[in-house]
């Protein structure tokens, strides 16, 4: 089974760079691991920044509908 890494973020398929980056911020600040979050959950809204973020990566994962990048 494949993430969404949209649903992870909370965020619309055709959401912008700012608004992938306002997403992320916004959900760290609940979740990071030094403000007492879980773990997991951090790696995994990580994972889906680190791939919606970059617009190579992003252009990817929307084609493949996965991370290809693991």
């Known amino acids: ?6 649903k992870t973020l909370n965020i619309n398929r055709n959401a912008s760079q ?3 980056k306002k997403a992320f911020r916004t959900l760290s600040k609940k979740h990071h691991p030094d403000k007492g979050g879980d773990t997991n ?3 995994e809204m990580s994972e889906a920044y680190d791939t919606l973020g ?3 990566k992003k252009r990817e994962y929307d084609t493949r509908g996965q ?3 693991n």
């Open 67 to 69: 991370n290809p990048f």
């Open 18 to 20: 700012g608004e992938i």
């Open 41 to 43: 959950i951090f790696k």
């Open 1 to 6: 089974m494949t993430k969404d890494y949209y």
């Open 54 to 56: 970059d617009e190579n």
